[in-house]
């Protein structure tokens, strides 16, 4: 009953006919839905911005980027419009605008939380449904609401996530790696790595070892593997509505190009990419024999002018995607991993959050919760602040 345009001048005029799974489950636990937020179009980019609605200012810096896709939700969680939002996170979606609007977002596991109707309940899970939220308790409450088996979703994850089993767990001896920049791979603006590093000694504060860390996996095959996942999924995302009458006069480039990059692929390439992700996946779930959670950047550059599209370079380098300056979010996702956005510091200008990206074990989404509980108790400075309306 709610008109939902997925920011896109092609769905200008289309009100969803039925609730999505995650949304009737919040209702049926009391959640009172107000209605919908701004998006990117298609919810392709960080940036939220389109031609219905225009740009969502970020609340800490109206003249920068809230981030994206789930924009319009952050800004409505960071200016206390919410106690809580919902969002999805496919290249960091839930991850992004929660480290820029200094609270908490979280990328669950793969088929954590079900997603129906769908078209395809086998290939497309790159990206999932997640909780965004001020408090870790609020948090885990509405994960564990969004979160359990579906029949109709083969994928989905039998084992319940109970919010009672997210209560902080000690830090102590916790073994945190830090993969900082992936040996300078990912290109971040100045101040990006030392304001994580800022909550990383938080942590150390409270007895965690946080250890730098060179993974063995090739970043660049990863990086390529990625993007024909990408250009497959998300290309036919859109192909029904480019097929309309006149939709490429008014679709955004980015959308256009995913498709078109995904017209190119054969099976074979896509088979090879399904490869590297496996090998891929097995060589960051090693990590985890000697760590607890991975840590790294929630997003490579701060938030930058709202009237930018993306950011076309980063430290000097040229960004070849629209998404390239996003890289360091598609680990997580690539993996299936569970991933929490936690607040770790601000810009020196003192208006601009920065996050940290902590990545747990698979299926570990109750043990993810529990460490960013604890780290939450060592943030009360951070969490105290709120933005200046202007």
Not at 33 to 57: C, I, M, Q, R, Y
Not at 79 to 85: C, D, E, F, G, Y
Not at 213 to 236: I, S, T
């Amino acid at each position: 009953g709610l008109p939902t345009t997925m920011g896109s001048p092609l769905m200008r005029d289309f009100v969803a006919p039925q609730d999505g799974l995650m949304t009737a489950r919040m209702k049926a636990a009391g959640a009172i839905v107000v209605g919908k937020t701004n998006v990117p179009e298609f919810g392709l980019g960080s940036h939220t911005f389109n031609d219905l609605f225009g740009a969502t200012p970020n609340p800490w810096d109206n003249a920068v980027s809230v981030g994206g896709s789930s924009g319009g939700a952050a800004a409505a969680l960071a200016l206390r419009m919410l106690p809580i939002a919902d969002g999805s996170d496919y290249m960091g979606s839930l991850r992004n605008p929660a480290g820029w609007n200094n609270f908490f977002g979280m990328r669950p596991s793969q088929g954590r939380v079900p997603a129906w109707p769908v078209l395809d309940v086998f290939t497309a899970q790159m990206a999932t449904e997640g909780p965004m939220a001020r408090s870790v308790a609020d948090l885990a409450a509405m994960l564990a609401t969004q979160a359990g088996y579906d029949a109709r979703v083969p994928l989905s994850i039998a084992e319940p996530l109970e919010a009672h089993r997210t209560i902080p767990t000690a830090l102590k001896g916790l073994r945190v790696a830090w993969l900082g920049d992936l040996d300078a791979h990912l290109v971040t603006d100045d101040g990006i790595l030392a304001g994580v590093e800022a909550g990383l000694k938080r942590m150390e504060g409270a007895g965690a070892s946080v250890v730098p860390v060179a993974p063995h996996f090739d970043r660049a095959r990863v990086w390529e593997a990625w993007l024909v996942w990408r250009h497959a999924l998300a290309g036919a995302s859109v192909a029904a509505v480019l097929a309309r009458p006149g939709a490429r006069d008014v679709i955004k480039p980015e959308a256009q190009w995913e498709y078109e990059q995904g017209q190119r692929l054969s099976m074979r390439d896509f088979v090879r990419a399904s490869q590297m992700r496996s090998q891929f996946y097995a060589q960051i779930t090693s990590l985890f024999e000697r760590f607890d959670v991975l840590a790294l950047p929630t997003a490579q550059v701060w938030p930058f002018p709202i009237a930018e599209r993306w950011p076309k370079e980063v430290a000097g380098r040229a960004m070849d995607t629209y998404h390239r300056w996003m890289e360091v979010t598609l680990y997580a996702t690539f993996a299936g991993l569970p991933a929490i956005s936690v607040p770790a510091s601000f810009h020196a200008n003192g208006k601009w959050p920065c996050g940290l990206q902590l990545i747990g074990p698979p299926q570990g989404d109750a043990f993810l919760l529990r460490i960013a509980a604890a780290y939450e108790l060592q943030i009360g400075d951070l969490l105290a602040r709120q933005p200046l309306l202007t």
